[in-house]
């Protein structure tokens, strides 16, 4: 594994970020044809990912192997899991029993943190405009997020304890986990044909909690997000995320590494593999490997939904954030009509949170507000 914290080629501030992306970053924001329908799709990608991952968050392969063996459940994923014995019983977020994830009982989009941020990056855009600043993020934690996890606890703590907002992630542990990364989704979706502006318009949400690594992999998702929405396939979509984060970084390396080995990619075990083998000791949480396998699974899948988001859950390492994130890039690219109804028409036009006041809101609603905020 490889690892160069070097501030001059990993910065943190967005100027310095800026500078460091490669040629051809800034370029014309595209038209978005039927907006709606990819709206839809993304938004709803984003909640059927991230439902199909809650139940094996982390498991190594042979455990969800073993789940999918014991219920009858296709492997990699192409419906969602049933009931397993594998799988502990739980309140999640203490919003929603594990119940509510297994196939025969979803009646909503439950709640997770994955879920949870978009409608916080929703709010955080109604309340204070696309010229926010990281006090108005930090501030909007302080108002309605009662809890967090790793990066996002820490700064949270430092948040109460009276740290200002711009300092809140200088002593984080996590500052290059996945947690920033999971919250870009709100930003490309306002920001639809321009990856550029989509990662300029992530960056305060990013620096709150995160550093180097950590705000480039948030910057790269709103990114791709915002590309998926006239990008001719997913991978087109990475490639143009890649653009908005600096060409020396670990992450950009790790992501061009995955290209250039395409070609070994012949199945979600091989796709793991390589990636165990390239970054060997890095946590399952960490924002760069689990990027690579976000990349991986769209190589295998194509422009196919199913085939991208079972093997991305197949995978594995933090593969309900990493679902959600396809899902989302997918669902942008193709457009509601290209993912099978299955996946979402028992959601019942709901989806759950944990942020205060807002335990459930409307899919069709949500989808609307960020329409909205396209044109602003």
Same mark, same amino acid.
């Given at each position: 594994?490889? %690892?160069?914290?070097?501030?001059?080629?990993?910065?943190?501030?967005?100027?310095?970020?800026? $500078?460091?992306?490669? &040629?051809?970053?800034?370029?014309?924001? +595209?038209?978005?044809?039927?907006?709606? @329908?990819?709206?839809?799709?993304?938004?709803?990608?984003?909640?059927?990912?991230?439902?199909?991952?809650?139940?094996?968050?982390?498991?190594?392969? /042979?455990?969800?192997?073993?789940?999918? @063996? !014991?219920?009858?459940?296709? *492997?990699?994923? #192409? #419906?969602?899991? +049933? =009931?397993?014995?594998?799988?502990?019983?739980?309140?999640?977020?203490?919003?929603?029993?594990?119940?509510?994830?297994?196939?025969?009982?979803?009646?909503?989009?439950?709640?997770?943190?994955?879920?949870?941020?978009?409608?916080?990056?929703?709010?955080?855009?109604? +309340?204070?405009? =696309?010229?926010?600043?990281?006090?108005?993020?930090?501030?909007?934690? /302080?108002?309605?997020?009662?809890? &967090?996890?790793?990066?996002?606890?820490?700064?949270?703590?430092?948040?109460?304890?009276?740290?200002?907002?711009?300092?809140?992630?200088? %002593?984080?542990?996590?500052?290059?986990?996945?947690? $920033?990364?999971?919250?870009?989704?709100?930003?490309?979706?306002?920001?639809?044909?321009?990856?550029?502006? $989509?990662?300029?318009?992530?960056?305060?949400?990013?620096?709150?909690?995160?550093?180097?690594?950590?705000?480039?992999? !948030?910057?790269?998702?709103?990114?791709?997000?915002?590309? @998926?929405?006239?990008?001719?396939?997913?991978?087109?979509?990475?490639?143009?995320?890649?653009?908005?984060?600096?060409?020396?970084?670990?992450?950009?390396?790790?992501? !061009?590494?995955?290209?250039?080995?395409?070609?070994?990619?012949?199945?979600?075990?091989? @796709?793991? /593999?390589?990636?165990?083998?390239?970054?060997?000791?890095?946590?399952?949480?960490?924002?760069?490997?689990?990027?690579?396998?976000?990349?991986?699974?769209?190589?295998?899948?194509?422009?196919? *939904?199913?085939?991208?988001?079972?093997?991305?859950?197949?995978?594995?390492?933090?593969?309900?954030?990493?679902?959600?994130? /396809?899902?989302?890039?997918?669902?942008?690219? *193709?457009?509601?009509?290209?993912?099978?109804?299955?996946?979402?028409?028992?959601?019942?036009?709901?989806?759950?949170?944990?942020?205060?006041?807002?335990?459930?809101?409307?899919?069709?609603?949500?989808?609307?507000? *960020?329409?909205?905020?396209?044109?602003?």
């Amino acid at each position: 594994m490889y %690892f160069n914290h070097n501030q001059d080629k990993q910065p943190d501030t967005l100027a310095d970020i800026l $500078a460091k992306r490669p &040629a051809g970053a800034d370029v014309p924001a +595209k038209p978005v044809d039927n907006l709606h @329908a990819r709206m839809r799709g993304a938004v709803l990608g984003r909640f059927i990912g991230c439902t199909l991952g809650v139940p094996v968050e982390n498991n190594p392969i /042979l455990v969800m192997q073993a789940m999918a @063996a !014991e219920t009858g459940t296709p *492997f990699p994923p #192409t #419906t969602y899991w +049933k =009931k397993s014995r594998h799988a502990p019983d739980y309140m999640h977020y203490g919003i929603n029993p594990i119940t509510d994830y297994w196939e025969d009982s979803i009646c909503c989009a439950p709640g997770d943190d994955d879920i949870t941020y978009v409608i916080l990056n929703l709010l955080l855009l109604e +309340k204070y405009g =696309k010229d926010y600043s990281v006090d108005n993020v930090g501030q909007l934690w /302080l108002d309605i997020l009662p809890r &967090a996890c790793t990066a996002e606890d820490e700064a949270l703590r430092q948040l109460k304890s009276g740290t200002k907002a711009e300092f809140a992630a200088n %002593f984080n542990g996590y500052v290059e986990w996945i947690g $920033a990364a999971i919250r870009a989704d709100a930003f490309g979706y306002v920001e639809p044909g321009d990856p550029a502006a $989509a990662a300029k318009l992530s960056y305060n949400d990013a620096y709150l909690t995160h550093r180097q690594n950590g705000i480039y992999g !948030e910057m790269f998702c709103a990114a791709a997000i915002a590309a @998926a929405f006239t990008a001719e396939t997913p991978l087109d979509a990475i490639r143009e995320g890649m653009k908005q984060i600096p060409a020396e970084s670990e992450l950009y390396r790790a992501l !061009e590494w995955a290209f250039s080995v395409q070609d070994q990619v012949t199945c979600y075990q091989r @796709a793991r /593999l390589l990636i165990d083998e390239k970054f060997a000791g890095m946590h399952p949480v960490h924002t760069i490997n689990n990027m690579v396998a976000i990349t991986f699974a769209l190589m295998l899948g194509g422009n196919d *939904f199913d085939a991208c988001v079972s093997n991305c859950i197949a995978i594995g390492l933090d593969n309900d954030c990493t679902g959600a994130t /396809l899902g989302s890039i997918c669902g942008a690219c *193709f457009g509601i009509d290209a993912i099978p109804v299955h996946w979402y028409n028992r959601f019942n036009d709901k989806v759950c949170t944990y942020i205060t006041g807002y335990p459930s809101l409307s899919i069709n609603d949500v989808i609307a507000r *960020f329409e909205a905020l396209t044109a602003i």
